[in-house]
Structure formats: structure tokens, C-alpha cells
């Protein structure tokens, strides 16, 4: 699972599909909401603000 900014969105598609070997679910964060679970506030590969969840 990434989260991640506009800028580093083919790195963590390619990332994940290389280790998992199938194309990822991309969601935009504000659409989406979990119980149990809130976004970090830094993208994975950066410190700007993350905009997508690919799991």
C-alpha cells in the first residue's frame, strides 16, 4: 500500500507492480474514508501532501 502525491504516482504504480506482479486499486483520498485507519499527512517517496492511495 502507498500513499502518495501527483509527483510520485508512477513511481509507486511501478513499485507495486513490480513486487505484487498485478496492477494496483488507485483511489483518490478524499474519496475515500476508513473506520479504523486515517492517510498520513506526508506522501511515501516525499513530504508534500499525498493525494492517492494505490493498494
Do not use: R
Not at 32 to 50: I, N
Request: hydrophobic share 40%.
Amino acid at each position: 500500500m502507498y500513499v502518495v502525491c501527483n509527483q510520485h504516482l508512477d513511481n509507486a504504480i511501478d513499485e507495486f507492480v513490480e513486487v505484487y506482479e498485478q496492477p494496483p486499486d488507485l483511489y483518490e483520498l478524499e474519496a475515500v474514508s476508513f473506520t479504523d485507519w486515517a492517510a498520513p499527512k506526508t506522501c511515501d517517496f516525499c513530504d508534500h501532501v499525498p493525494k492517492y492511495l494505490i493498494v
